[in-house]
C-alpha cells in the first residue's frame, strides 16, 4: 500500500483541504499527516474527511505541531528529556496525535523517541565521508568515541523514553491506534536498533511496533553502523510502516525512491505483502520526481 506524507507541501500551504487535495492530484489514495501539519491546516483536513475526500494511513508525532512550534519539529519536545515539564509536554501533545487519529480514523501514528545528550558525531560522520575520510583512522576513531560515549550517557535517557512509551501505548490500546517506533537518522538518538530489538521485546504486543525509515537507516548503513539487509530480515516480524525515501550516499536523505543507493529489489521482499509505504519526499522534490518514482514502485512492487 502506497501512501504519500504532508512533509513534502504543508509548509506551503494555508488551507489544509487544499494540502489535501494537491497530494490526491498526484494520484495518491492516501495521505499521511505529517510532524509540520500547524493548527490552522487542520479544519480544512477535517472537512475533507468528513466529506469523505481523503483516507489517511498515519499521523506522524506531533501532529498538529504545538502552538508555540512554528515549523516542522518532530524532536520538539522529547520523552527522553531529563525535564520533566518537556516530558510532560511530549506526553501531551501525543495524546493529541492518537485523539486525531482516532477521529481522522487513522490507523497509525509513527514516534520519535528521544536522543542522548551527545555532540553531532553522525554529521560529523557523514562529512567525513564526504570528503573521502571513511576508511580513515580518524574516521574510524570519530565512530568509536561516539559509540563508548553513547553508552556510558544512554541509560536514564532510555528509560525515560520507555516508561513514556508505557503511558503512550496505554492511551493509544483502547482508541484502536497501532504505535510505530521509527528507526533513527543519527546514532545520537533513542533507539538505536540494538536498542530498538530491546524495546520492542518488552512491547511485546500488537499495537506498538517498528516502523522502518528506508532513508534513516541507509545513513548507518553508509556510514558502517549495519548492514540494511541483515537489519530488515531480522526486524520484518516487528514491521508494521515504512518511510519510503532514498539516500545517495553518504548521507543525502529524502530524496525519489531509485535516484539513490537503497538496494529496494533485496529489501522489499523481507517485508509482509500488505506493508504501508510512506513516501516522506523533502519539499525540494518536484512533483514530476513524485510521480515517476510511484509508477516505478507500482510497476515493480505493486500499489
Not at 97 to 104: H, Q
Amino acid at each position: 500500500m502506497l501512501s504519500i506524507s504532508t512533509c513534502w507541501n504543508s509548509s506551503r500551504h494555508t488551507d489544509g483541504q487544499e494540502m489535501c487535495q494537491e497530494l490526491l492530484d498526484l494520484g495518491f489514495q492516501r495521505i499521511e499527516l505529517g510532524h509540520g501539519i500547524r493548527l490552522s491546516l487542520m479544519e480544512g483536513v477535517t472537512k475533507m474527511f468528513k466529506a469523505g475526500k481523503v483516507r489517511f494511513s498515519s499521523l506522524h508525532n506531533f501532529c498538529p505541531l504545538p502552538i508555540e512550534i512554528t515549523r516542522a519539529s518532530p524532536d520538539c519536545y522529547k520523552f527522553s528529556s531529563a525535564e520533566p515539564r518537556e516530558r510532560e509536554r511530549a506526553l501531551k501533545h501525543t495524546f493529541q496525535t492518537i485523539d486525531f487519529a482516532e477521529r481522522l480514523e487513522a490507523p497509525y501514528v509513527v514516534l520519535h523517541l528521544g536522543r542522548t545528550p551527545l555532540d553531532d558525531y553522525t554529521d560529523r560522520l557523514i562529512r567525513m565521508a564526504e570528503v573521502g575520510l571513511h576508511n580513515s583512522r580518524g574516521f574510524v576513531k570519530e565512530k568509536l568515541e561516539c559509540v563508548r560515549k553513547r553508552e556510558e550517557k544512554v541509560g536514564p535517557y532510555l528509560k525515560r523514553a520507555i516508561d513514556a512509551l508505557e503511558q503512550i501505548a496505554a492511551y493509544a490500546e483502547p482508541k484502536g491506534i497501532t504505535l510505530g517506533v521509527e528507526s533513527r537518522h543519527s546514532f545520537e538518538e533513542i533507539p538505536t536498533e540494538r536498542e530498538m530489538l530491546q524495546v520492542l521485546e518488552q512491547f511485546d504486543v500488537p499495537h506498538v511496533g517498528y516502523w522502518h525509515d528506508f532513508g534513516h537507516v541507509q545513513v548507518k548503513h553508509n556510514l558502517g553502523f549495519l548492514d540494511h539487509v541483515e537489519w530488515m530480515a531480522k526486524i520484518a516480524p516487528r514491521l508494521i510502516g515504512c518511510h519510503l525515501h532514498d539516500t545517495k550516499w553518504p548521507g543525502r536523505d529524502h530524496m525519489a525512491p531509485f535516484t539513490g543507493d537503497v538496494e529496494y529489489g533485496k529489501l522489499i521482499p523481507l517485508l509482509p505483502r500488505d506493508t504501508l509505504y510512506v513516501l516522506e519526499m523533502s519539499p525540494r522534490r518536484t512533483s514530476e520526481e513524485i510521480t515517476t518514482a510511484a509508477a516505478e514502485w507500482t510497476k515493480r512492487f505493486g500499489a
